[in-house]
């Protein structure tokens, strides 16, 4: 039922968001030069690499795309970026992942290879799911970048204070999973995206 409904979403997602996709990606080729995705290598199910697409919100740099960490760093975010990190609208590009079968709409967000590789037998229990776009931890944790941006050190602050805390999150999320579950996920995360 999940994959029946991811299918449905993301495809429909996709329809019903194009022509707002297609001014985004417009408006970032006149303000932002460079290329309108952001592409990083993932880690999802069962431990399987794959590549996550976002709308790029930062200037471009080398290296980025390799799986780098930034915690904390807003310097290279631009003005229509900051925007489209706060209205979620960065993330329309993962329903090209939810199709193609990487992730699902709801679930564990997907880190980078860097922090998979901290906590390792708790990333082995939340790598038995597929990685979506929204979680309670991304609700819980939508200010994380504000968090990081105020820390003197944002890497062992992300490491040791909101790494093991999303952990958790991910894990009681593989145990109590059900589809009423995720529809009140996805209704919680368009309350906080609208309302907060």
């Given at each position: 039922m999940k994959s029946l409904f991811d299918l449905f979403f993301s495809f429909t997602?996709?329809?019903?968001?194009?022509?707002?996709?297609?001014?985004?990606?417009?408006?970032?080729?006149?303000?932002?030069?460079?290329?309108?995705f952001f592409k990083q290598m993932r880690i999802?199910?069962?431990?399987?690499?794959?590549?996550?697409?976002?709308?790029?919100?930062?200037?471009?740099?080398?290296?980025?795309?390799?799986?780098?960490f930034d915690a904390g760093d807003s310097s290279r975010i631009t003005p229509l970026g900051l925007f489209l990190r706060k209205t979620k609208l960065d993330e329309?590009?993962?329903?090209?992942?939810?199709?193609?079968?990487?992730?699902?709409?709801?679930?564990?967000?997907?880190?980078?290879?860097?922090?998979?590789?901290?906590?390792?037998?708790?990333?082995?229990?939340?790598?038995?799911?597929?990685?979506?776009?929204?979680?309670?931890?991304?609700?819980?944790?939508?200010?994380?970048?504000a968090i990081l941006k105020t820390s003197e050190n944002p890497l062992e602050t992300y490491q040791n204070e909101i790494l093991p805390q999303k952990l958790k999150l991910y894990i009681e999320y593989v145990y109590n999973r059900s589809f009423l579950g995720d529809m009140k996920i996805i209704f919680k995360t368009l309350i906080t995206v609208f309302f907060k």
């Amino acid at each position: 039922m999940k994959s029946l409904f991811d299918l449905f979403f993301s495809f429909t997602g996709l329809l019903l968001f194009s022509l707002p996709i297609l001014f985004i990606a417009l408006l970032m080729k006149l303000l932002m030069p460079g290329p309108v995705f952001f592409k990083q290598m993932r880690i999802g199910k069962n431990g399987k690499p794959f590549r996550l697409i976002k709308f790029r919100s930062m200037k471009v740099a080398a290296g980025k795309s390799a799986g780098s960490f930034d915690a904390g760093d807003s310097s290279r975010i631009t003005p229509l970026g900051l925007f489209l990190r706060k209205t979620k609208l960065d993330e329309l590009p993962q329903l090209i992942n939810v199709l193609k079968g990487d992730m699902s709409i709801v679930g564990p967000r997907p880190e980078v290879i860097q922090w998979t590789e901290v906590y390792p037998e708790k990333w082995k229990i939340v790598h038995t799911v597929k990685p979506g776009i929204t979680d309670n931890a991304s609700i819980v944790f939508r200010n994380e970048e504000a968090i990081l941006k105020t820390s003197e050190n944002p890497l062992e602050t992300y490491q040791n204070e909101i790494l093991p805390q999303k952990l958790k999150l991910y894990i009681e999320y593989v145990y109590n999973r059900s589809f009423l579950g995720d529809m009140k996920i996805i209704f919680k995360t368009l309350i906080t995206v609208f309302f907060k």
